[in-house]
Nanobody, 124 residues
């Protein structure tokens, strides 16, 4: 069982940066792949980035590639999402999700565990 808590969201001006954190409980978190997803009002939840259990593999949606960086510190049971050059289209609730096996890392249905989300609002 894994419990996830996101933090770090807030209001930022276009062009600014935020770093989201996903803190996990559970001794075996280092075995879990983790994904970040986001959901804007009236839209479906969409994939943002994912990282393998070791941190050796990372994946990004085209819309955030070169602007966002996902990383993890397994000694702290935490996964991070560094977001730079934010724009209004990045406004959404951001969720982290975890699963022992998520070969389709971009798919919402692959993940068994989800956090409650953190709001990111980018003002233009």
């Amino acid at each position: 069982q894994v419990q996830l808590v996101e933090s770090g969201g807030g209001l930022v001006q276009a062009g600014g940066s935020l770093r989201l954190s996903c803190a996990a409980s559970g001794r075996t978190f280092s075995r879990y792949g983790v994904g970040w997803f986001r959901q804007a009002p009236g839209k479906e939840r969409e994939f943002v980035a994912a990282i393998s259990w070791s941190g050796g593999n990372t994946y990004y949606a085209d819309s955030v590639k070169a602007r966002f960086t996902i990383s993890r510190d397994n000694t702290k049971n935490t996964v991070y999402l560094q977001m730079n050059s934010l724009n209004a289209e990045d406004t959404a609730v951001y969720y982290c999700a975890a699963d022992l096996s998520a070969p389709r890392y971009y798919a919402v249905y692959e993940y068994d565990y989800w956090g409650q989300g953190t709001q990111v609002t980018v003002s233009s």
